[in-house]
């Protein structure tokens, strides 16, 4: 089993320790002194159940003897596929306390990703729910155990986890701050998606600075609208800063308005988060309807770029302030701050969360640009990391030779240090805040029989913020959308994969030598499709 590490300089790391952002927290210890501080008070609640934190630690623990009595070893990885239920904690929290490594996957992944990121991780075991959204999850576990034979451990919440559990046992040690507390994954720029270590030091400063900013305290209560295992839910501040500010986390079955509106008014919620799509979605309901939401004090929108005429809307018609966030799995993330000025908040992404996060705005030669021009946004900082897990050839085209993360973003900053977000030099789809790979779209897409090649570039679209659209080269004869729509479900990837839109095309243009380059003619495409759109 290949070593997961995320490793800093040690004069880097000696300064981010002497400044107080890593202060040697682990998740096991942090269990530990919420459930000493106040058991009592609730920590995660849903519509049916509502657990304290004494209930959590004590599910917690007892998963963790279930998963070492069933054999697993610490620094083994351990796949955690779940939705938005209070058992997503008592997994993940359990294999922390056992010494276990998380592998964060979405509800919406399916055979083909999961495979991927059990491979890379080389992942002994997977924990998931029966059904997500009526998809039989538990039957994609077993067959996926049944394929690799390093996935010797299936545990599924049916409802719940009792059944993996074990009287509570001596557990180990906690792990080193320094070292790898779980596995996310990126959004993939290219294929499929990458592994980021991320540190117990590293990613609890996120949550302790981002608890602060965004002004969490044991009266706040937080709804997760958005997929837990998202970094955004995650962290910023998310379901996790909000534990470990002692507030309390409201868990959302689907992300409806009407849904939204219902747990904010019957549980006092005081903020919430959301993709730009979904925000706008939840004005045109409270508009219509007159929603009461009196208690929400914070919408968070973040994932993609919140147009800044949509953003002025949210006070007025939820009455409550907008923050914006603008991060990344990697690391980097920045804030509009609650008393920052409308036109800052309304127009800007904010700004980073530490004042040891480095910005580089570079030209495509590397050159820093002049001040408040748009440029390639590179970074580094305390919970930024050095290297993606097992990617070689990724991590000499992300990283520099100084430790500088190259985001793939397109930035200009202002004075006051907050970030306008530009558009992406990568191949990203941003589709309503999921980001997609236009290669790995174009590689299912080509291995159809019928389809000699496909391009796939974004559209910016008033809903989602990016829709897709392939352009797709036949080997001959007629070949419909639809056909390839369901050859595209049969391959069992995410749905939101699926390219919105589909063209059949003669011809594909070529370079000047004749190969065809992808990055440019998907640029070209991109502009033809976006001058046609401007024109009609």
């Known amino acids: ?89 008592q997994a993940v929290f359990g294999l922390f306390a056992a010494g276990l490594i998380p592998v964060y996957a ?58 993996a559990c074990a009287e509570p046992a001596a557990l180990p040690e906690d792990p080193s701050a320094r070292s790898v507390a779980f596995l996310q994954i990126s959004g993939g720029s290219t294929g499929l998606s990458k592994l980021i270590p991320r540190t117990h030091d590293d990613y609890i400063y996120t949550l302790r600075e981002s608890a602060r900013i965004c002004g969490l305290d044991a009266q706040s209560v937080y709804l997760a609208v958005l997929p837990v295992a998202h ?23 689907d992300p409806r308005p009407e849904t939204g509106f219902a747990l904010i008014r019957e549980h006092g919620v005081t903020m919430t988060a959301l993709v730009p799509p979904l925000a706008m979605k939840w004005m045109d309901t409270a508009e219509r ?26 006070a007025p018609v939820l009455g ?25 908040i309304t127009e800007t992404q904010g700004r980073p969360i530490s004042p040891d996060d480095e910005i580089l705005i570079v030209d495509d030669e590397d050159t820093p640009v002049a001040p408040d021009e748009a440029g390639h946004l590179l970074t580094r900082g305390p919970y930024t990391i050095r290297a993606y897990h097992d990617e070689p050839a990724a991590n ?21 240090g907050h970030l306008v977000v530009q558009g992406r030099a990568t191949d990203h789809i941003n589709r309503a805040g999921e980001k ?23 559209v910016p679209d008033a809903q989602l913020g ?43 243009g070529t370079t000047a030598v004749g190969k065809i380059s992808r990055r440019a003619l998907r640029a070209q495409l991109q502009k033809d499709m976006t001058e046609t759109e401007a024109t009609t």
């Open 436 to 458: 997609i790979s236009a290669e790995e779209i174009e590689d299912h897409l080509i291995a159809h029989p019928d389809v000699l090649d496909a391009v796939v570039v974004s």
């Open 231 to 253: 970094n955004f839910t995650m962290s910023s501040p998310g379901v996790f800063g909000t534990l470990y500010a002692g507030g309390r986390v409201v868990l959302a079955g």
């Open 1 to 89: 089993m290949k070593p997961v590490e995320q490793v800093w300089s040690p004069e880097l790391a000696a300064h981010y320790e002497s400044q107080g952002h890593w202060r040697g927290e682990t998740f096991p210890a942090l269990l530990r002194r919420w459930d000493a501080l106040h058991p009592e008070r609730i920590a995660i609640q849903d519509r049916t159940s509502a657990w304290t934190y004494g209930d959590l630690a004590d599910r917690a623990h007892r998963f963790a003897a279930g998963l070492r009595k069933a054999g697993l070893q610490p620094g083994e990885r351990v796949l955690v596929q779940m939705g938005n239920v209070p058992e997503f904690f």
């Open 106 to 163: 979405l509800p919406a992944h399916r055979r083909t990703e999961l495979e991927h990121l059990a491979r890379k991780s080389e992942a002994v075991g997977i924990i998931t729910q029966s059904r997500i959204a009526g998809f039989d999850h538990a039957g994609l576990a077993q067959a996926l155990a049944d394929t690799i034979p390093a996935l010797r451990h299936v545990f599924v919440a049916d409802p719940d986890l009792e059944n």
């Open 289 to 314: 309807i007159g929603a009461d939401i009196p208690s929400l004090q914070v919408l968070q929108v973040g994932g993609a770029k919140f147009l800044p005429d949509a953003a002025r809307r949210v």
């Open 320 to 344: 409550c302030t907008l923050q914006q966030v603008f991060g990344m799995a990697e690391g980097l993330v920045n804030y509009t701050r609650l008393d920052d000025d409308e036109t800052t």
């Open 466 to 508: 990016e829709r897709t659209c392939a352009f797709i080269l036949p080997r001959g004869g007629a070949l419909e959308p639809a056909v390839l729509r369901r050859w595209m479900r049969g391959r069992e990837i995410a749905a939101y994969k699926i390219p919105d839109e589909m063209r059949m095309v003669d011809e594909l």
């Open 396 to 416: 000499a085209r992300s990283f520099t030779a100084e430790g500088f993360y190259r985001t793939g973003d397109i930035v200009r900053q202002l004075p006051t």
